[in-house]
């Protein structure tokens, strides 16, 4: 293997590691960290191990059938079926959008010290300017390189010396104190949902396409989920340790997005503070600009239009027009003023009841000769995702009723 | 190729994507304009595309059907290869498949960069 391929796969990899953590990640880990310490750390594991074995099999159908997966939802579904993903799948993808986009906005008040109000239109307006301009290789990397400021978590959840028989016991899922058994499974549901998005395949599987990946690019996509996705895990992990050091002692509950910049903020000062906000403001603002894609692409996937940062916009009017329409909603829903924690509460308990109709189609074309060929899923692939797609049924049954009976994990 | 394989490989490409003979996207295979079904030779007439051709794709399609005006029709024999996709002898603005694009191209034009 060459210089330049290393390079490449280190630059993927890096990307996926600063753009894994979303405001969804942010929410439910911190949270869960806040609430029952280290005890769902295990959950972490099994969600990062779903969103890896379900990109995998994304990138593999774009690499061998250079076709995305909205293409072959509604061909595999049908028209009915395939519609109804994808309006699950739009109004997820808004609410995740303007989530991300109240992410963005209170981490630019907390360190400008202007109105949020007055950040919000700022922070859209930077958002889609990047997205114009930047070829979406770089918008990927960009974000991603600069997310990666969110690395100062891990060295906060280190420096603050947990003790780590503590945290090796939080891996093995067993018996819970701290919260009442159903706040518990909330956690579950919530931290699985946040770790296995739908608009992160969406985004994943057409940014394949984009990039024009072809059969020599599988080895690309196996390291890139399994190592980008894995190590960008440990973020994750490092966001409920911080929350568990801290915040539980205190009993502090982080109902507000810029809590959790608080942990790095106690161990470096002010320096670990603007690492931290850096870090949240380029990890969202990238997941802003993906979810407001996986909109968009989904749509014109769906109705066979010209689509892709490829096209010059004017040529792709209907795809641009729709990126853009999903950033000036999310834009009016934030607006509104609704609480950016609870909206990404929302946002990441909905898509957890999308998540079969996202999945399924994936399964099903990653096991079709017709487009895989020999590249079909092998029996591990199949094991896995048969696996995740129960553990999916399952939560998404119980995803709503743990919301409501819970009041959001406040018991 | 005899009429009722015709209509068997037609069937099978139901909600496929269209690509023009310049190899862009240009929609789907919303439906199909089946002739002489009553009789022992029926025969695909047209491929339709879009707004009032998702009526009859159940009840979400009726639905749909009402905001998405009238759909194009493409002769059959337009058809230059049935593969993984539908592609089509000729550039989608000749068979006024890039409708959509087209009239908001102006609207996205004005921007810079576009």
Same mark, same amino acid.
């Given at each position: 293997?060459?210089?330049?391929?290393?390079?490449?796969?280190?630059?993927?990899?890096?990307?996926?590691?600063?753009?894994?953590?979303?405001?969804?990640?942010?929410?439910?880990?911190?949270?869960?960290?806040?609430?029952?310490?280290?005890?769902?750390?295990?959950?972490?594991?099994?969600?990062?191990?779903?969103?890896?074995?379900?990109?995998?099999?994304?990138?593999?159908?774009?690499?061998?059938?250079?076709?995305?997966?909205?293409?072959?939802?509604?061909?595999?579904?049908?028209?009915?079926?395939?519609?109804?993903?994808?309006?699950?799948?739009?109004?997820?993808?808004?609410?995740?959008?303007?989530?991300?986009?109240?992410?963005?906005?209170?981490?630019?008040?907390?360190?400008?010290?202007?109105?949020?109000?007055?950040?919000?239109?700022?922070?859209?307006?930077?958002?889609?300017?990047?997205?114009?301009?930047?070829?979406?290789?770089?918008?990927?990397?960009?974000?991603?390189?600069?997310?990666?400021?969110?690395?100062?978590?891990?060295?906060?959840?280190?420096?603050?010396?947990?003790?780590?028989?503590?945290?090796?016991?939080?891996?093995?899922?067993?018996?819970?104190?701290?919260?009442?058994?159903?706040?518990?499974?909330?956690?579950?549901?919530?931290?699985?949902?946040?770790?296995?998005?739908?608009?992160?395949?969406?985004?994943?599987?057409?940014?394949?396409?984009?990039?024009?990946?072809?059969?020599?690019?599988?080895?690309?996509?196996?390291?890139?989920?399994?190592?980008?996705?894995?190590?960008?895990?440990?973020?994750?992990?490092?966001?409920?340790?911080?929350?568990?050091?801290?915040?539980?002692?205190?009993?502090?509950?982080?109902?507000?997005?810029?809590?959790?910049?608080?942990?790095?903020?106690?161990?470096?000062?002010?320096?670990?503070?603007?690492?931290?906000?850096?870090?949240?403001?380029?990890?969202?603002?990238?997941?802003?600009?993906?979810?407001?894609?996986?909109?968009?692409?989904?749509?014109?996937?769906?109705?066979?239009?010209?689509?892709?940062?490829?096209?010059?916009?004017?040529?792709?009017?209907?795809?641009?027009?729709?990126?853009?329409?999903?950033?000036?909603?999310?834009?009016?829903?934030?607006?509104?003023?609704?609480?950016?924690?609870?909206?990404?509460?929302?946002?990441?308990?909905?898509?957890?009841?999308?998540?079969?109709?996202?999945?399924?189609?994936?399964?099903?074309?990653?096991?079709?000769?017709?487009?895989?060929?020999?590249?079909?899923?092998?029996?591990?692939?199949?094991?896995?995702?048969?696996?995740?797609?129960?553990?999916?049924?399952?939560?998404?049954?119980?995803?709503?009723?743990?919301?409501?009976?819970?009041?959001?994990?406040?018991? | 190729?005899?009429?009722?394989?015709?209509?068997?490989?037609?069937?099978?490409?139901?909600?496929?994507?269209?690509?023009?003979?310049?190899?862009?996207?240009?929609?789907?295979?919303?439906?199909?304009?089946?002739?002489?079904?009553?009789?022992?030779?029926?025969?695909?007439?047209?491929?339709?595309?879009?707004?009032? #051709?998702?009526? *009859?794709?159940?009840? +979400?399609? /009726?639905? &749909? @059907?009402? $905001?998405?005006?009238?759909?194009?029709?493409? =002769? !059959?024999?337009?058809?230059? #290869?049935?593969? *993984?996709?539908?592609? +089509?002898? /000729?550039? &989608? @603005?000749? $068979?006024?498949?890039?409708?959509?694009?087209? =009239? !908001?191209?102006?609207?996205?034009?004005?921007?810079?960069?576009?």
């Amino acid at each position: 293997m060459n210089l330049k391929k290393v390079l490449a796969i280190a630059l993927g990899i890096f990307s996926a590691i600063g753009g894994f953590v979303d405001i969804g990640d942010l929410v439910f880990n911190t949270q869960a960290g806040a609430t029952f310490r280290f005890q769902l750390l295990w959950v972490v594991v099994i969600g990062v191990l779903g969103i890896i074995v379900y990109s995998e099999m994304c990138g593999r159908v774009s690499a061998v059938a250079k076709r995305p997966v909205f293409d072959l939802v509604r061909e595999r579904t049908g028209f009915g079926a395939g519609l109804a993903t994808l309006v699950a799948s739009e109004v997820v993808n808004l609410m995740t959008c303007a989530a991300e986009i109240g992410g963005v906005a209170i981490c630019l008040q907390l360190l400008s010290g202007l109105p949020y109000r007055l950040l919000i239109p700022v922070g859209v307006l930077v958002l889609v300017v990047s997205a114009w301009v930047l070829p979406f290789r770089w918008i990927e990397r960009a974000f991603g390189y600069l997310g990666l400021c969110l690395l100062v978590f891990a060295v906060a959840a280190i420096k603050l010396h947990p003790a780590w028989s503590q945290v090796a016991r939080g891996f093995v899922p067993g018996s819970h104190t701290g919260g009442s058994l159903l706040v518990y499974l909330y956690f579950v549901v919530g931290l699985l949902g946040a770790a296995m998005t739908p608009y992160e395949v969406y985004f994943y599987s057409s940014g394949a396409v984009e990039d024009g990946w072809g059969l020599k690019d599988l080895g690309l996509n196996k390291v890139t989920a399994i190592i980008g996705y894995a190590l960008g895990g440990f973020l994750s992990f490092a966001l409920m340790i911080v929350a568990g050091m801290l915040f539980l002692p205190r009993s502090i509950s982080p109902q507000f997005l810029g809590t959790p910049a608080l942990g790095p903020e106690h161990v470096f000062g002010r320096v670990g503070l603007l690492l931290a906000l850096v870090g949240i403001i380029f990890a969202v603002g990238g997941a802003a600009i993906e979810t407001s894609f996986a909109g968009a692409y989904n749509l014109a996937q769906f109705f066979g239009w010209r689509w892709g940062k490829k096209e010059r916009p004017a040529a792709a009017s209907r795809f641009t027009l729709s990126w853009l329409a999903i950033f000036a909603l999310a834009l009016l829903v934030v607006m509104t003023g609704y609480d950016p924690v609870r909206l990404t509460e929302y946002s990441v308990i909905f898509s957890v009841v999308a998540l079969p109709l996202t999945y399924l189609p994936i399964l099903l074309v990653a096991n079709d000769y017709t487009y895989m060929g020999a590249h079909v899923n092998g029996k591990l692939a199949n094991f896995l995702g048969v696996f995740y797609f129960v553990v999916i049924l399952v939560i998404a049954v119980a995803a709503i009723p743990l919301m409501l009976i819970t009041h959001g994990g406040q018991g | 190729m005899n009429k009722s394989t015709e209509v068997d490989i037609a069937l099978g490409i139901l909600d496929h994507q269209l690509v023009d003979s310049e190899g862009t996207n240009c929609g789907k295979v919303d439906d199909l304009e089946i002739a002489g079904l009553d009789g022992d030779a029926p025969e695909v007439v047209e491929i339709l595309v879009g707004g009032s #051709a998702w009526r *009859s794709r159940g009840l +979400l399609g /009726r639905l &749909a @059907a009402r $905001l998405g005006g009238s759909a194009v029709h493409v =002769r !059959w024999r337009e058809v230059e #290869a049935v593969t *993984s996709v539908v592609t +089509l002898k /000729r550039p &989608a @603005a000749e $068979l006024r498949l890039n409708r959509g694009d087209d =009239r !908001w191209a102006r609207l996205v034009g004005k921007v810079p960069g576009s």
